[in-house]
Every structure is written in C-alpha cells, then in structure tokens.
C-alpha cells in the first residue's frame, strides 16, 4: 500500500487578532505526527483580500505553550478552578456587601471579543450595580467616540476601505499607518491615492507621501482652523450642506476666523507655503478622507482636535459619500466591539448611556435588579480609585496597564496596595500579572470562538481551530462563572458565544425605532436570531444589520441625516490648546512615543517570535544629530530619559527623522523583558476633561548618555531563564539588560559600568541556580573578549567594549539547541556584528540592501528580484524606499 497520508490538513477562516484594519487569516492545522499550523491571508476577506502583514504572516510562530499560563494561581501557588473562582466570588461578594458596588471594578481590553466583552458589562452594570468597567481603549479611542458623538450623535464610523481607494485625497494625521495599519497603507498606495502625512516627526508613512507637514507637537487643533478659514475664504464650502444638515457653522467659523495661514503656519512650525499647499490640496480634492489615529487622540484636548478634523468635513460636505469622510482608524482588534457593547464606564450598553430611560429600558432587557445608576471611573481615575484603597478588588483582563498606562510604575504601586488583584491573560509573565492575586489562565487567538469589529464596522469571526492549553478558559467562560458564584445564574447560563452574540444584537435593536428621534446607530438585530450554525458560518459584515439593511451598510450618513436631537450634525467651535506637558529649563525636550512596525503592544505575544525582534530588539530612542551633540551622545550609545515621573534606558539612534528638541520611543518594551524600558513610566496622566484619554505624545523629559564599560552577551536554556532574570537585578555594575527569546532559551543582553570579572559573575548566576561551577574562560587581550561557558550550557557569556564587537547574536543563539563545538574558542573566530534586517519575512538585511544599492539596483521592486526583500507583505518597502533615497542623497 502506498504511503498512508498520516496528517489531516484542516482550514479555519478566521480574524487576525492584531489591528484594527481586522484582516481575515485562513489558518491551516496539520495534524499527525509533524503537527504544523500555517497561515495565509483570507482572499475573501473584504479587509484584505489575500494579504497580510508581517505582524499577521508571523501568527503561527507565536503560539504553542512555551511562557503560556496553564493553570489558576493564587498568591504564586497553582490551584484548580473551583477553589480559584471561589476564593474570587468570596472576595468580591463581601467586599460588595461590605463596600458597596463601587468597590470593584473590571478593567477591560480592546482585545477581548465582543461576546466576553457583552458579559462583562452585563455583569458589572446590571448585576453588580456599579459602572466601574472601563478598558485600555480610554487609552487609544475614546477621544475620537466623544468628537463623533458630539458632532455626529453617535460614535458611528461614516466610512468604510473603499474610500480610501475611491478618494482622491487621504489626509494621514498622527498616524503612522505604513507601520500600524499596513493593509490599509498597502490598499491606499495600490490605488496611488494621493496621501498628505501631518505627522511632527518623519515615519514610514510620511516617507511615500505627496506632503509631509512636520507639524510642531500638539499644534493639529490650530491646523484644521487655518484650514476652515480657508475653505471660507477660498469659497470651497458646501453651503448646501451646511444650511439643510448641520447646526453651529457660524460661530465655528467665527472662532477659527483667528488661524490666518501665517499665525497657523507659525503655531505649527511650517512653512506657510506648505501649508498652503496642503490647505489647497484639500480644497480642490472634492473626496477626501482625513484618516487619523493617536497622533490625535492621545493629547490632552485629543476631542477638539478630533472635532477641528470633522468640522472640515462638515463645511465641504465630504461624508457619507464616496471617497469621503473624517474616518479615526481604531487600533485594537475589538475596540469597536467593545464601543458596540457599551465596556467604556461613560457608557451603559449597546449605545446607551446613563440617562434614566435608557437605564430602565437595559434592566428590563436584561433583566436585572441591580442597574448602575451613574457612569463609573474612567481609567486613570479608576486607578487612582485603586491607590486610595476606594476600590479594593479589582479584575484585569486582556490588557497590561503596570506597562501601557501613564505614570506605568505608580499603576504597579497602587495594584500592589489592593486587597484583591486578578488577572485574566494567556501568558503567564506580564508586568501586571506579576501584581496579580489570583493569575487566570485565558484562551487566546485559535483557541476562541467569537466576533470582532473592524475600523469600518465590520464584524468578522474569530474561529477556534486549536485546543486551549493546559486547563486555560475563555473569558466569557470565567466572567459567567464569577457571574453564577455571586447569584446571577439565570441571567448568565450561556453554553455558546453564539448566544450571547445573539441576545447582544436583539439588545442593540431593543426599542430602537428607525426614524424615531433616539434611534441608536449601533443595529444588528438582523442578526437577534441566527442559530448556532448560521453563526459559525458568519460572514464579514458592516452595521447596522437591521430590517432597512438586511445585507449591512457600507456608509453612514449618506441621507444628510445624523443622529444628534435636531437630527443635523453639530459644528464645533475649537479653540486649540497646547500639550498640558510642556518642556521646561529641567526637561527641555519631548517625547513622543508610538508603534514598531514588528510589534503589538507590550510584545506578550509578537515577541515570541523570533524573526519579529530582527527589525529592532531593544528599546532605542531617537535623537536628532544636534540634541544627540549637544548631550555628548553616540549613535548606539545607551542614553537615559527621565521625566518628572520616571525613566527609561535605550540605545541611541540618531536621525534627521525627528525634529530638534523632540525624541521618540517606541511602547513595547516592558520590565518583564528589559530593564528601565517602559515608555508610559515617564508619561504624565494629563488627560482630556471629555474623553478621560491621557496624553502620550508630548512628555517633557530631559536625556543624557549613559557610560558603559562593557557589554555582556549570555545564553541560557528556558529552564533557567526565569532565575537568571531574577538575579540580574544583583549584578552592582548593571546599567541596562533586555533579552530575546531564541530556540530553546534566551539571549541576554546586559550593559555594564565596570569591565566585568566573568569568573565570580558566572559563579554568582550559576550558584544562583543550583549549578555547580564546571566551567571554561578564554580571554583575548587584544580585543577585550571574553567567553564564558559551562558544560551544561547554562550559561555562556561573550564580552566586549563595544556593542558592536559582540558576535553574530543569530550564530550563537544556535548552540542552545546544537551541541557546543569541540573547541568554543572557534565560536570567536566568526565574529561579524549583528545584522539589522530590514525585511523581517525574508530575512534581508539593511546590510545587504545597502551593497545591492551601491552595485546598481535603483528600485524597490528591483530590490524586491534580486533580494527576495518586500515580496511577502510588502510591510518593509516604504523603509527600503527610504534606504533607497538615503543612498541617492549621499552619493550626490
Ligand atoms: N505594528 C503595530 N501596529 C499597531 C499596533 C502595534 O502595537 N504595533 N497597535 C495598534 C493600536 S492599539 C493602535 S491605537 C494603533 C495606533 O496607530 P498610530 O496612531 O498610527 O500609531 P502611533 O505610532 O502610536 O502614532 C502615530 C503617529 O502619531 C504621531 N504624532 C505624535 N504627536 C503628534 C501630534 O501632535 N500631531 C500629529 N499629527 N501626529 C503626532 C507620531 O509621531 C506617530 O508617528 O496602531 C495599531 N497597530
Ligand atoms: N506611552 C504610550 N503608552 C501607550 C500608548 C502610546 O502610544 N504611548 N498607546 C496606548 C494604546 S493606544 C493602547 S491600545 C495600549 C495597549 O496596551 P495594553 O492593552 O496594556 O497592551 P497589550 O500588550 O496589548 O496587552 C494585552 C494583554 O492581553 C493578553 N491577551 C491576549 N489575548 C488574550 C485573551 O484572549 N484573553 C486574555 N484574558 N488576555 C489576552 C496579552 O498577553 C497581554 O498581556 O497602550 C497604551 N499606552
Ligand atoms: S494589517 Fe496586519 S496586524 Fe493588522 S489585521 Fe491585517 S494582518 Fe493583522
Ligand atoms: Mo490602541
């Protein structure tokens, strides 16, 4: 008989679990004796078509169990899941009785899918009694949900993707879209759109526009003032618009009347005949998209700017149309969903807020005896709530806020003074787990089963194709479970997520009268009766979903119609304010801080990726060349920040990206995996008096070089990586570490002020986890190297004084996994630097694109058939486009 195929291929169509560009992912599982899941971009998807992005090609290579959490614990100590949720509903339901409802609180995530993030809210608003649910989207969109319900009476998104192609111009501001939605990037540039990128700093994006405005920091709300007049003054208004849909033109005008183009050109820092150019580009370009993210939001008076931005819009008419609309791109998989179901503490469910009919109108729905009365505490105030012992038990799902939240330590601090921590998460070392009571482990993407919505709307699937691990649950799981503990086990009886999908969409029709004054936007009661099955096989759909769009809606607004009282859209009046933060004698810079192109957030699951950390493994800060000579700063040099809140140590990159007296760090990095590297530590928590959302982009801090004698690179085995990084923190001369994972363990790298005795530092790692001392050292004079290593590979250890001189990082990773040479002096003799790559997919390196450039090829898509670089997803061509045009310049 011939050879029996032992493995059965399977294909799940799921969701990309990343942006919220929201791509479709055809994962394929091949069972059998070499089990292997690979993924592809779903060609039926909407959203992509067919592509995916470097973060969504590497999907598979981030599962598997390694560094996942398995199995309950409590105070470090694992436990079964009945004592674990019995200890929990215990805790909360005295301090309830004890406290009252506003004693707890959940903190959510844009991450959780819509079906957890329904019970959740359901739980806490109409069982608990309290609207303490809020969620790390007050970090990223809450902002631009206050200026849409301002203006538009409804946080509904006008637009969908095919505007993006259709317009003739998209406005990119304070979105760094090549990097953090690259499908879209991708769809944009194929249609060559024409694109302007207002952006302080240059970026990947700003790299392939038209226009590049390098706006001083802060300054947008100015911009769309000087923008407004002009529309006015250059008669490029929809006055037909104006007049039959909106409400407040006159007095808006009025107060942008101020911004002439040379008092805006000189709050922003531009020049006035580039900002004419822009402001003239948009005039002239009847559809455009303004297509904005954090660059906006994330600021102190992120709702005016939102709104400065959608005032223009409003004046020329361009929404509800093709190719046009002020379109705020949201960033999370699910923080759509999570508007949707109402898991902002500002707002009740499904679209309702807090007045007393909407109130009556959920309880009954859900039939609850226990309705919140009044909205909860948004982030930075909950967390404050946290540190004055108000709040005693709180509950953290799917987010990691002792990283992502201003003034990150103090988070830690205050979660550390709470009586009842618990956190839900699918790893099991994150800096908010390790200020967890009680540690629950959580399904994650393949293993769960739910909805999520997209930028445009669009609620896809997530399909389950993979067993959760070790005794992991999902969340809505858990959430009913806490739910039946404290008594509510009627109201939370679900098997399925298709039911609570189902009743969450019969909610979101629940007197909701089409043309009725009060109408809500959020509609998918089409969607109230699927069954099980219709549901599994749910296709990508945009809401609403109602009687009058069976099919979904592409677009809103297309009737003039909005969903304020008056039914007209509502100009805004904006007066524009600085950054709260400004920079002062003591911290005379600013810090802006954003997305890699390789990495999510605080990198628990991008950074299990080995190929993910190629592009950039450790937290750098950029300089420009001036601010980097004024401080005595190298490229490559380890540099400190320090705000009036805290610090952070990375590696110098000096660059012309980034403009005098303004630096910018990524957000990736957390305690778990380097030392002094979290961005949000140094943040001030100033925050929108509309959105509550914190202002991240302008932090005022001051930077000076650090000195190093010497730099250590050490390997160990996963076994032993957990002690290791415990010990670190008692080597006296240690000025910085940060590690990477590789196959079978972990690569350190430390940074030292002393040259550094390898014999008592190995001693003092190796007693420190019980490893007798077998060892060999070899040092070459000359150069300052050293090697370290023992007979177990516990440990090996290179020095040097200069980063640089480290051997290839990738040669030897290999010897966790390979025996160790006869000699290991060789491992010496290849010494060549680590190279940077460029294109993660492929595998190419800045290195090799360089040398290709220098023997003639001028082009990417050249580049692209010699080299293999940028012919994956294409995520890395707007920075070989860049190495491109650097070459160009300097042999000119
Ligand atoms: N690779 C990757 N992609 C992601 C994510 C990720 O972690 N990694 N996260 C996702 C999430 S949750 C989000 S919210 C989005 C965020 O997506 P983006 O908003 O595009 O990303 P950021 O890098 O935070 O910031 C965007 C840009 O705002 C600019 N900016 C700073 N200050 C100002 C200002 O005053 N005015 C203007 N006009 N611009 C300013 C910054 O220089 C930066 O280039 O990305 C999503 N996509
Ligand atoms: N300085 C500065 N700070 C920022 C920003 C910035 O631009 N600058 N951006 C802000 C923005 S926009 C955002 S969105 C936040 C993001 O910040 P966070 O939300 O804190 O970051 P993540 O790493 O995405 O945290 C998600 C956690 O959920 C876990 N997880 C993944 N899947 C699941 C699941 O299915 N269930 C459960 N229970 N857990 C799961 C992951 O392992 C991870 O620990 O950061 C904010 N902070
Ligand atoms: S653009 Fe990339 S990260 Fe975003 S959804 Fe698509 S594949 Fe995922
Ligand atoms: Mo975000």
């Known amino acids: 008989m011939a050879l029996i195929e032992r493995f059965r291929a399977q294909k799940t169509c799921t969701t990309c679990p990343y942006c919220g560009v929201g791509c479709g992912v055809a994962a394929t599982h091949k069972r059998g004796v070499n089990e292997e899941i690979s993924v592809e971009g779903d060609a039926q998807h909407p959203a992509n078509l067919g592509r995916l992005c470097v973060k969504g090609s590497a999907l598979a290579e981030t599962l598997g169990e390694r560094g996942r959490l398995l199995r309950p614990r409590l105070h470090g100590r694992e436990h079964d899941w009945d004592s674990a949720m019995d200890y929990m ?9 004890e406290h009252g409802p506003d004693s707890v609180a959940f903190y959510l995530s844009g991450q959780l899918l819509t079906e957890d993030y329904y019970v959740a809210n359901k739980l806490m608003k109409g069982f608990i009694g309290s609207g303490n ?4 989207s007050r970090l990223c969109m809450s902002s631009a949900v206050a200026a849409y319900k301002r203006s538009l009476g409804a946080d509904a998104v006008p637009c969908c993707y095919e505007d993006l192609e259709e317009a003739d111009l998209v406005v990119l501001v304070g979105s760094n879209a090549a990097w953090t939605h690259p499908i879209l990037f991708q769809r944009m540039q194929a249609a060559q759109t024409k694109l302007v990128v207002i952006d302080p700093r240059a970026s990947a994006t700003s790299e392939m526009a038209d226009l590049h405005l390098p706006i001083t920091p802060g300054s947008d709300g100015a911009l769309f003032n000087g923008l407004l007049r002009f529309l006015s003054e250059e008669n490029a208004l929809d006055r037909e618009f104006i007049a039959n849909h909106t409400e407040h033109f006159e007095e808006t005008l009025q107060t942008a009347g101020e911004w002439t183009p040379e008092k805006t050109a000189e709050r922003c820092g531009v020049a006035v005949a580039d900002l004419q150019a822009f402001f003239t580009l948009f005039a002239r370009s009847e559809r455009t998209v303004s297509f904005y993210s954090q660059g906006i939001n994330q600021s102190s008076s992120g709702t005016d700017k939102n709104n400065a931005i959608i005032n223009c819009h409003l004046a020329t008419g361009r929404i509800g149309k093709p190719g046009s609309g002020p379109f705020s791109i949201t960033g999370q998989p699910n923080a759509m969903g999570g508007r949707e179901v109402g898991g902002l503490a500002n707002m009740l469910a499904a679209h309702m807020n807090f007045e007393a009919e909407e109130i009556d109108r959920v309880g009954r729905f859900w039939r609850a005896g226990n309705m919140a009365q009044g909205p909860g505490l948004k982030a930075v105030d909950l967390f404050r709530a946290v540190e004055r012992g108000e709040i005693k038990a709180i509950w953290i799902m799917a987010t990691n806020p002792a990283v992502s939240m201003p003034d990150a330590a103090r988070i830690g601090r205050a979660l550390e003074k709470c009586p009842l921590v618990v956190v839900s998460d699918c790893v099991a070392d994150t800096d908010t787990a390790r200020c967890a009571d009680l540690l629950l482990p959580a399904t994650t993407w393949g293993e769960k089963n739910g909805t999520v919505t997209n930028s445009e709307r669009r609620i896809s699937r997530q399909r389950r194709f993979l067993a959760p691990p070790g005794e992991a649950r999902h969340d809505w799981q858990i959430i009913c479970d806490l739910a039946q503990r404290l008594g509510y086990g009627e109201q939370f009886d679900y098997r399925h ?7 969450h969409a019969a909610l979101s029709g629940f007197e909701n009268q089409p043309g009725t004054p009060g109408q809500r936007a959020f509609d998918i009661s089409a969607l109230a009766d699927i069954s099980e099955r219709e549901y599994d096989q749910l296709q990508p759909v945009q809401w609403p979903v109602n009687n009058a769009n069976p099919g979904g809606s592409r677009r809103l607004f297309a009737d003039g119609r909005f969903f304020t009282d008056s039914g007209r859209a509502q100009f805004l009046p904006v007066e524009p304010l600085a950054p709260q933060q400004q920079r002062s004698g003591d911290y005379p810079l600013w810090l802006n801080s954003g997305r890699m192109r390789d990495q999510w957030h605080t990198m628990t699951r ?3 990726a080995r190929k993910l950390l190629d592009h950039s493994e450790m937290p750098q800060v950029q300089i420009h060349p001036t601010d980097a000579r004024d401080c005595a700063i190298d490229d490559g040099q380890l540099v400190e920040l320090a705000s009036a809140r805290g ?20 957000i990736h990095w957390s305690e778990s995996l380097a030392g002094d590297s979290r961005v949000s530590a140094l943040a001030e928590p100033a925050i929108d008096p509309h959105s509550g959302q914190p202002e991240f982009k302008q932090v005022a801090v001051r930077l000076r070089p650090l000195s190093v004698h010497s730099y250590l690179c050490l390997i160990c085995p996963s076994e032993t990586a957990t002690r290791f990084q415990s010990l670190l923190p008692e080597i006296e001369s240690l000025v ?7 196959d079978g363990g972990y690569r350190y790298e430390l940074a030292l002020s002393e040259p550094p005795d390898c014999r008592p530092l190995a ?6 986890i019980g490893e007798p001392l077998r060892w060999q050292q070899l040092q070459l004079p000359a150069d300052q190297r050293w090697l370290v290593y023992t007979d177990a590979l516990q440990l090996l250890l290179f020095s040097a004084t200069d980063w640089r001189q480290l051997p290839d990082r990738h040669a030897l990773e290999q010897w966790l996994t390979d025996p160790l040479p006869d000699n290991p002096a060789l491992l010496l003799q290849k010494i060549t630097p680590a190279a940077q790559m460029v294109c993660s997919c492929m595998q190419v390196s800045r290195d090799q694109i360089e040398t290709a450039i220098a023997e003639g090829t001028d082009s990417v ?4 058939e010699q080299l293999g670089c940028g012919t994956n997803c294409g995520s890395c061509k707007p920075e070989i486009a860049s190495i491109l045009r650097a070459q160009a310049r300097s042999v000119a």
């Open 763 to 768: 001693q003092q790692l190796l007693e420190g």
């Open 133 to 136: 649910v809020d969620t790390n």
């Open 606 to 608: 991008t950074g299990r």
């Open 647 to 666: 610090r952070l140590r990375g590696r110098a990159q000096i660059t012309a990206a980034q403009k005098q007296g303004e630096l910018f760090a990524p």
């Open 497 to 503: 997520p298709a039911e609570i999908f189902r009743e």
């Open 861 to 864: 898509e050249a580049l692209g």
């Open 736 to 742: 910085h570490w940060y590690r990477v994972p590789c």
């Open 89 to 97: 509903a215990r805790k909360f339901a005295r301090t309830i009785a």
